[in-house]
């Protein structure tokens, strides 16, 4: 809200945004003589399209010649939870050698989240079904995707009819609502 010192005849009379009216629009308010201005939200915006958007407010006076001032308004948009994490891929194939080295790393899994922060940040594990079958023998890095061997393994005893294992991994962000 812009003030004026002079006296009311050429106190603020008008109020005009400029910039992206595409989203924003002004709603002037008059209560008693006194203009207060409001940006109001025109649009739906998506910080994953554009987070920072400026518009400028102008005021002019009731003076002849009017006067006017401006000020610029920067208005940060705010991350919500609305992208799920994707996989790069939706397969991922390796093989591995019986008797490797507990702790190898057999194979990284990759998902992007399009959202900022805590939204945005991936973490890694087996399904239910999966570390219930195959917990004894490989492992997760919640952090990285990182799959490493934790057991043995002996193409001879594998229990999978085609001496594969099929891991079912899931990742879901650090949002409150994840």
Known sequence: ???????????????????????????????????????????????????????????????????????????????????IPVFENQTYETSVMENVPKFTTVMTVHANDADAGPYGEVVYSFTEVTQDAYGELFAIDETTGDIYVTGIIDYEQAEAPDKRYTLDVQARDKGEDS
């Open 1 to 83: 809200k812009a003030r004026d010192l002079d006296s009311p005849p050429n106190s603020i009379r008008t109020y005009d945004l400029q910039g992206d009216t595409e989203h924003f629009e002004l709603q002037v308010i008059a209560t008693g003589g006194v203009l207060t201005p409001e940006i109001i939200l025109r649009k739906k915006v998506n910080r994953e399209e554009k987070e920072l958007y400026t518009v400028t407010l102008e005021a002019s006076d009731g003076g002849t010649p009017p006067q006017t001032g401006s000020v610029t308004i920067n208005i940060q948009i705010r991350d919500v939870n609305d992208n």
